[in-house]
């Protein structure tokens, strides 16, 4: 498998436009996670799916962000309109119920808002 | 308030050396723990996971340790190799069947030849 995938891995972007991650979970896994990393927070829950229906998005700093999974294969994380603060990496990660919750991350977006 | 804590914030050792990180948390209920590895640029490995009954478990030369009273572990780092350097991430789940995960803020890890 070549697990998770993640597009795309750089993004700059300048303040006020749209900014649209994506991300392909492991073939089979039914939960798919969105995380932010920053060094002064450190790795952050945004919001997870369990088979493509969002259980918990209490992570979600705010109205700006959206995110969806249309089906078992896909996920967008959406940031409309973009602040130079939404700066960090953002990983996806998926898992599979019953593995003792391992969670297996993509390579991350690294976002640059100027 | 749910939190986890990790020392030292970096740490330099040589190589053939061994090393142990720490993490503190203070997120109740408890259900597990693990340890993570993230090289520069790269999404977190999983190392190990713990549960409540556990009070060892080991990767290879990776040993981490946890003590459920005192609401610690550390990781051991046995032989260190380049390959070792990296962030290490102690991350608390509080609720058994749930994801929400508590992560520190990591152990950054440096190995010189």
């Known amino acids: 498998d070549a697990g998770v995938i993640q597009s795309p891995r750089h993004e700059v972007t300048e303040m006020g436009q749209e900014v649209t991650l994506r991300c392909k979970p492991i073939?089979?896994?039914?939960?798919l996670f969105w995380y932010r990393q920053t060094m002064m927070r450190g790795l952050e829950l945004l919001i997870y799916?369990?088979?493509?229906?969002?259980?918990?998005d209490s992570g979600m700093p705010e109205d700006r962000f959206s995110a969806k999974m249309p089906n078992a294969s896909f996920s967008t994380l959406k940031i409309q309109p973009s602040e130079p603060r939404d700066s960090a990496v953002y990983f996806c990660?998926?898992?599979?119920?019953?593995?003792?919750?391992?969670?297996?991350f993509g390579p991350g977006t690294r976002l640059t808002v100027t | 308030k749910n939190q986890v804590e990790q020392s030292p914030q970096s740490l330099i050792i040589l190589e053939g050396k061994n090393c142990t990180l720490q993490c503190n948390y203070t997120v109740s209920p408890f259900s597990n723990l693990r340890w993570y590895k993230q090289d520069t640029g790269r999404g977190p490995v999983s190392l190990t996971i713990?549960?409540?009954?556990?009070n060892t478990k080991s990767n290879g030369r990776y040993t981490a340790t946890l003590d459920a009273d005192t609401k610690q572990s550390s990781l051991h780092i046995t032989a260190s190799q380049l390959s070792d350097s990296a962030s290490y991430i102690c991350?608390?789940?509080?609720?058994?069947?749930?994801?929400?995960?508590?992560f520190g803020t990591g152990t950054r890890l440096k190995v010189l030849a």
């Open positions: 713990m549960t409540f009954s556990e």
């Open positions: 799916f369990n088979n493509n229906v969002p259980i918990d």
């Open positions: 991350v608390v789940s509080g609720d058994s069947g749930t994801y929400k995960y508590i």
């Open positions: 990660a998926s898992s599979l119920r019953g593995s003792s919750y391992e969670q297996y």
């Open positions: 073939s089979g896994h039914d939960y």
